[in-house]
């Protein structure tokens, strides 16, 4: 750097110190165009379709070792043929001593599943049994319709029951 008196104190730069200047900014901004992103990019897959169909009105009623199920889907199956369609459910529940369940507004963590054929009538009324394995006690459960691609629709209500 030079001083110059004339030109009342300014300060002068010198020709190669603006250079070098320049040629700093350039290759920093070139350098931030190469540097990697953060974690390893996932390869490319084609989401789940999610179903919407859900059970609603949900009843549970135990009888003979089984518990037989009703409600009524959101949006029916579409048959001409007028026979019941089909369609399978996952069942999802927790299995409580009787008197030691959750509150009724306290959330439930539904453990263990499992999945069953249920008959669909015109109207959209949706039968099922469900047989009982772990015995007696106070079972918390809700069904999830699975689609044919084998993506689960949303929970139903929550329903408790005895098996005595």
């Known amino acids: 750097m030079k ?4 030109m009342g104190g300014s ?4 020709v190669p ?17 190469f540097v990697p992103g953060c974690g390893k990019k996932a390869d490319p897959f084609i989401p789940n379709k999610r179903v919407s169909r859900v059970v609603q009105s949900l009843t549970a009623e135990y ?4 518990i037989a199920l009703g409600g009524r889907l959101l ?3 579409t048959r001409t043929d007028g026979k019941p369609g089909v369609v399978k459910l996952r069942v999802d529940y927790s299995k409580y001593g009787i ?3 959750p509150c009724q507004s306290c959330p439930v963590d539904f453990k263990e599943h499992e999945v069953i ?4 009538s015109e109207k959209g009324h949706v039968t099922a049994r469900w047989q009982v394995s772990e015995g007696k006690g106070l079972y918390l459960l809700r069904l999830r319709v699975i689609g044919d691609d084998g993506g689960l629709g949303p929970p ?3 329903v408790r029951i005895i098996v005595q």
Do not use: Y
Not at 63 to 66: E, V
């Open 99 to 101: 008197g030691h369940g």
């Open 63 to 66: 009888l003979d070792g089984q």
């Open 156 to 158: 139903s209500e929550v």
């Open 11 to 14: 300060l002068r730069v010198s």
């Open 117 to 120: 054929l249920a008959r669909v």
């Open 3 to 6: 001083h110059s008196s004339d």
């Open 75 to 77: 949006k029916p199956l």
């Open 17 to 33: 110190l603006l250079a070098l200047a320049k040629a700093l900014i350039l290759l920093s901004m070139m350098g931030m165009l």
